[in-house]
């Protein structure tokens, strides 16, 4: 190998490198926008959820329908996304395994006005952590949001502590 063909490598490398941190970067100022999507078809929820939502510092995002929910997850980086089990053409549960299926680290939260939908050992096989019961405790689902994004904090920093510790030649 020739010196120049080395040295064209180490700068590819060292792109590459860079572009990861940039990535990684984005990811972390993502987590710190506090999106959460929510899909359900019934606009009284979804008004009353973004109440809620805004009120405590997230930044809802709303889909009516799985095909929505998609589309949104296809345009933005979200971490959250509460949905309906009960939803036009596909419901929640086969919404719920794609998205885990597409991405594993999105947190899938269960919305149901049916209290016999909310089988818990269904719901967790197909990807969802938690389920809420309409009409639901606010201050569970609040909790459970907020134990969300702590993780996703907690995570971000543990990779920053690393990224700062590695060797840079």
Known sequence: M????FKD???????????????????????LNRRVLVVDDEPLFLGAVASWLE???????????????LDVLNDCIIWVVLIDLKLPTVDGITLCRRIRHQCPLITCLAVTGN????????????????????????????RSLAGVFARLEYWAK?????????PHG
């Open 55 to 69: 009120s405590w510092g997230y930044h809802p995002l709303f889909a009516k329908s799985a095909e929505d929910a």
């Open 2 to 5: 020739t010196l120049k063909r």
């Open 158 to 166: 543990q990779n920053d502590d690393r990224d700062h510790h590695q």
């Open 115 to 142: 209290p016999a939908m909310s089988r818990l050992s269904e719901l967790r096989a197909a990807g969802f952590e938690d389920c809420f019961i309409k009409p639901f405790d606010w201050n569970r689902l609040r």
């Open 9 to 31: 490598m180490q700068r590819a490398i060292g792109a590459q490198i860079a572009d990861a941190h940039q990535r990684l970067k984005e990811v972390r100022r993502n987590i």
